[in-house]
């Protein structure tokens, strides 16, 4: 059977026969293979199989699939594309589109192809509008930019990091779960010889007879007839000229003058270009051409991508982003079917579809989850002149750039480049999600870039010498998808110090440089030793002190680190054994912002801790802070290895920096809309700068801001982390409408703003992110409440000395925190201490009864009082010297005498009013004396007064019923008796009278003895 199969094949092939009209001498080269949808390239010798899915396919998918297939005997692979012929043997034999074996998932930006011999690195970077380049000249067809995008791929999307062949025979990249994608390209041979001979068979033709000597030979001196009928000509701006449709390749046809790359068609066909020898005058005349200003400053009239370049109904609706309505192609608005069903753009692959069509804009929100609408202001028009504004100036001059257009140079004239390792360029002010900068392609063979788009920031390093640098630095190109008009400030920094892992970076309204050094487990005092000997423009570096909330924004979105790093914060005991911290690493105590703990302390000035910190200390220790990757501060341990390294900052005013940093600035020209000129409710409500009022779109009076500071400032605002927006709250701040002063700071959750404003107070945060954010709130049971007395509960509310709690009004500042130190003295539920800030305080040990004193661990007994147990401040010889402390050698600490021993025998026998009051316990596998709990010492008291122990009687709760009934009972009694005797008294006045008028009574003398002294009595 399989031999009359292949002898009923080769009948067939004898019988091909080939005939052509045309006069070009090429060879041609014929192939054939066996199987359905199965090609054999001579380039390669390679089989090439077309498989296509009934459902979508993921790329790993595709290539499981043919890595676990094989053809005649050689195995599969995903295919790889390694040159014209190959990618136009795919695309223009197959005339298919799917999955290729291109993917940077090892490593984003770096290309690969897969094979089962390895990989081999091909491109390196994003698209060419952003840098990226070939790797030693290997072969790509990435699609250029603006044919379905501004930039062109491969992007730096997330997840976008596997290579598909499009049917226009572009390249694009791919997330790899993609629900369009059905089909993948499996190629069989890794060398020329794997594929067996009898699979396939090729044959070449030679022209022979009088032919041409060339191209343009054919065609030259044609009239038009007769150049219309031969197929190797084309008729163009009345000339015959060598025709475009017989180039096959897509790269020649974008390089050859007068061609064009039509990719509307499938395959995609070079074709004549019929706008490239317009007149700007006649250039409009066909729909398919535009005056281009972009590519050539004197302008060229070029291909449109627009969709209105279709002219009929079938051409327009075959292009996937157009639509016919109204006779005319329109561009289909994308943007909606991105959205996930709940009308958001909330999952990456709707943000990255979105941000990948040029006819979309993406609105990232805080609270929300984000919208993509189609893009408005394209052109401004008196139709569109209460959305769209146009900023007037030309794009081509310094200081100006055109949203979504061409990479603009940042930096140009002199630059005076001193010896430098590299340099940073940092967009500083203003950064959108679309911005871009980049370093040519043509620079990258001696300096080596990289750019976070996180912090827009782009790090240069190389060898070079001033004149390289300087030659580096001009080349550095701005480009931005975004339709922001706001001005971008863009700073570069020279590097003057090696081993920098991010920045330097200019902080200009500060004047201040810093970068992050990377150094693994150093110790605080190792990396102000290692700070203070690098320098900037002939300053020493220190370690970073954060004395604003810009600041602390401003060096986590520059140069922020993905480890904690150490800054120049340091924390000590004062005389009075108070934590001071101050913004110093060699004097304690100068510049000092922050007195207290996390539970009893205050801001002097700008802190940004995390929740928990700073920690308590001990008397003589001194503790250090490390800013932590969100910008939260923490403290820690000199020799504590978990810090990744450290902020070194340099105080340079810019008058002063020389060649080591240069400002520029960038304005937005063009159409582009106005703030908050959205005309959907859902599109303004999305935008966090913007509040939809009376079926209007609005800017707020928030939007102004520009840090948690100058937020926090304006009443009914917060601060957005994600956006970094100052919006309005949600729902409306009930505090606004107070307008008295005191009436505002006696309303539970307002507060009073710098300028003497009512505000909501940290219950303005709808989300943890937001309030983390804020050094003076802490989220409490999924609410954001303040740091200091915002607890919901009463036990959380009590633990904090500094708070009391009242069974209507919750937690709340407790009233000693007002009082002055007479006042304070004066009552007795507060205590006074000059070293405390505030110095006034809640008495927090009012216990009578020393066991119950005892249980507390934060007091002490002290003869018959009980005292705030300060032990633990207190360094060996203070400690010694307190008859109420006792030093642990074993841990090397103080701790309170009361059942602070080190031995078993000594604990669990000391007594405190008759009971036991201490136990020997395990901690963390360690044993020692702690205190018992009070619930169990009260237990114990109450069964010593119940046996007649002499021990102290606790406090109950007396009933009064029972002796106001005994009261009355009295009062009776004694009614009664004083009832009895004025009865008996008046009797003996009656027999005295009988006496007097002579009557005789038998008894008188007994009555006398008898009544005498009852009447003393009485």
């Not at 199969?5 to 005939?19: D, P, Q």
């Not at 197959?94 to 290309?111: M, Q, V, Y």
């Not at 219309?228 to 020649?252: I, L, M, Q, R």
């Not at 904690?564 to 054994?577: A, C, E, I, K, R």
Request: a negative charge; proline letters at 4%.
């Amino acid at each position: 059977y399989q031999r009359r199969v292949m002898g009923a094949y080769a009948s067939i092939l004898s019988a091909l026969t080939f005939t052509s009209y045309s006069f070009s001498s090429t060879p041609r080269v014929f192939t054939w293979s066996i199987g359905y949808n199965v090609f054999y390239s001579s380039n390669t010798n390679h089989l090439y199989y077309y498989n296509s899915t009934p459902g979508y396919i993921s790329w790993t998918s595709a290539k499981a699939a043919c890595e676990s297939s094989t053809l005649y005997g050689v195995p599969g692979y995903l295919a790889t594309v390694s040159s014209p012929i190959e990618n136009n043997l795919l695309n223009w034999k197959l005339a298919k589109s799917g999955w290729i074996g291109a993917t940077d998932a090892a490593s984003e930006a770096s290309w690969l192809w897969t094979t089962p011999t390895g990989t081999s690195n091909f491109w390196v970077g994003q698209n060419e509008v952003y840098g990226g380049m070939p790797v030693n000249g290997m072969y790509s067809a990435w699609e250029p930019a603006g044919a379905t995008s501004v930039s062109g791929d491969p992007t730096n999307m997330p997840g976008d990091n596997y290579g598909f062949l499009s049917y226009t025979g572009f390249w694009v990249d791919r997330p790899n779960v993609s629900p369009n994608i059905f089909s993948f390209f499996c190629e069989f041979g890794v060398t020329s010889s794997d594929v067996p001979s009898y699979a396939y068979g090729t044959a070449t033709l030679n022209v022979t007879g009088c032919a041409f000597d060339s191209a343009t030979a054919i065609c030259a001196g044609r009239s038009q007839n007769s150049c219309n009928y031969s197929p190797d000509c084309e008729w163009n701006a009345a000339t015959c000229v060598p025709g475009c449709n017989t180039v096959s390749d897509n790269d020649d046809c974008l390089s050859r003058v007068g061609c064009h790359l039509d990719t509307d068609s499938i395959p995609a066909l070079c074709i004549v270009d019929i706008c490239v020898t317009r007149t700007k005058e006649n250039c409009g005349s066909d729909k398919k051409c535009y005056w281009d200003t972009e590519t050539n400053p004197n302008g060229t009239c070029s291909y449109q991508y627009t969709c209105d370049r279709f002219t009929d109904a079938d051409s327009c609706n075959a292009a996937p982003a157009c639509t016919y309505l109204n006779g005319q192609c329109q561009t289909k608005d994308m943007c909606p079917t991105y959205l996930t069903a709940d009308g958001n753009c909330g999952t990456t692959a709707c943000q990255q579809s979105c941000s990948n069509d040029i006819n979309c804009e993406l609105i990232i929100s805080g609270s929300e989850s984000g919208l993509c609408i189609a893009k408005e202001c394209t052109t401004c028009t008196t139709d569109n002149a209460n959305q769209c504004n146009s900023i007037s100036g030309n794009e081509l001059d310094p200081g100006n750039f055109r949203p979504g257009g061409l990479p603009k140079q940042v930096f140009s004239g002199s630059v005076n480049f001193g010896t430098s390792l590299g340099f940073t360029v940092s967009i500083s002010k203003n950064l959108q999600t679309h911005d871009q900068l980049f370093l040519l392609p043509s620079t990258t063979s001696t300096f080596v870039s990289s750019f976070d788009s996180r912090l827009g920031l782009l790090t240069v390093t190389g060898s070079g010498d001033a004149t390289q640098l300087t030659a580096a630095l001009l080349a550095v190109r701005f480009v931005s998808n975004s339709r922001s008009p706001l001005e971008r400030t863009i700073v570069w920094t020279a590097m003057a110090n090696s081993g920098t892992s991010i920045g330097p970076v200019y902080l200009s309204e500060d004047g201040l440089f810093v970068e992050y050094v990377t150094a693994a487990q150093i110790s605080q005092n190792a990396a102000a030793a290692q700070c203070a000997r690098r320098t900037m423009s002939g300053v020493a570096g220190s370690l970073l002190r954060v004395n604003s909330s810009r600041i602390n924004t401003e060096v986590i979105s520059s140069v922020g680190a993905t480890l904690s790093g150490w800054m120049g914060g340091m924390g000590t005991l004062d005389s009075s054994s108070v934590p001071v911290w101050s913004w110093s690493a060699l004097t304690a105590g100068t510049d000092v912002f922050f007195r207290g703990n996390a539970m009893i302390g205050s801001t002097l000035s700008f802190s940004n801790y995390m929740s928990g910190e700073p920690s308590s200390m001990l008397l003589g220790s001194v503790r250090y802070m490390s800013m932590d990757t969100s910008g939260k501060w923490e403290t820690r341990d000199n020799n504590d290895n978990g810090v990744g390294g450290y902020y070194c900052s340099y105080v340079v005013p810019l008058a002063a920096a020389g060649s080591q940093v240069q400002v520029a600035t960038l304005g937005a020209v063009g159409c582009l809309p106005k703030p908050c000129s959205y005309t959907t409710e859902a599109a303004c409500k999305a935008d966090l700068a913007c509040q939809f009022v009376n079926g209007q779109c609005g800017s707020t009076g928030c939007s102004a801001a520009t840090d948690l500071d100058s937020c926090n400032n304006l009443p009914g605002c917060y601060l957005d982390v994600t956006t970094k927006t100052c919006a309005v709250t949600s729902p409306a701040d009930s505090c606004v409408g107070i307008t008295d002063p005191a009436q505002c700071s006696s309303t539970k959750g307002c507060v009073l703003t710098e300028g003497g404003k009512c505000t909501e107070g940290c219950g303005k945060y709808a989300d943890a992110t937001n309030c983390a954010n804020d050094p003076n709130c802490v989220v409490e049971d999924g609410q954001c409440v303040p740091k200091l007395c915002g607890s919901l509960t009463k036990e959380s509310c009590l633990s904090n000395a500094k708070c009391a709690w009242d069974d209507t009004d919750g937690c709340s500042p407790d009233h000693c925190l007002t009082l002055s130190a007479s006042e304070c003295s004066a009552d007795p539920t507060c205590a006074y201490s000059e070293g405390n800030s505030p110095p006034c305080g809640k008495n927090i040990c009012t216990y009578t009864n020393e066991a119950l004193c005892i249980t507390d661990a934060s007091c002490a007994w002290d003869v018959d009082t009980c005292v705030r147990n300060n032990c633990g401040l207190l360094a060996q010889t203070a400690c010694a010297a307190s008859p109420l402390c006792n030093w642990l050698t074993t841990t090397q600490a103080c701790v309170r005498t009361q059942c602070g021993y080190e031995d078993e025998e000594s604990c669990v026998v000391a007594e405190a009013n008759g009971v036991l009051i201490c136990q020997w316990v395990a901690t963390g596998g360690v044993y020692g004396c702690a205190t018992k709990s009070i619930d169990d010492v009260s237990a114990e008291l109450g069964a010593a007064a119940d046996s007649g122990d002499q021990g102290e009687c606790t406090p109950v709760e007396k009933s009064y019923g029972a002796l106001l009934a005994v009261l009355i009972v009295i009062v009776v009694v004694l009614c009664a008796a004083l009832a009895a005797l004025w009865y008996k008294q008046r009797n003996l006045a009656k027999e005295k009278s009988f006496a007097a008028m002579g009557a005789s009574y038998d008894e008188e003398e007994d009555l006398d003895s008898r009544e005498q002294p009852m009447m003393m009595e009485l």
